[in-house]
């Protein structure tokens, strides 16, 4: 029996945190890096990447190019922050 999943039963934070999990699951296996949710705050999103992003000069290019491009395809309204 298929089953199909209402977005609306899940809370919009549980939906970026279900998102944010895959983009992390991405980068860590192509880049050796990560990205943790840290807060949901009306529509500002607060992140920290981990691993290999530590310190790395590209990490801007992978917080607003990956991480904030992903999640403003499905959330146009959050804007993405990171946190140390």
Known sequence: MNQTIDPQTFSEEE???ALLV???AYIEHFHGGSVEMISLDGNVL???LGGACLGCPLSPNTLHGWV????RQFFPNIKVEAVT
């Open 22 to 24: 895959k983009i992390s």
């Open 68 to 71: 904030e491009g992903t999640v």
């Open 46 to 48: 607060k992140v920290r």
């Open 15 to 17: 939906q970026v945190r």
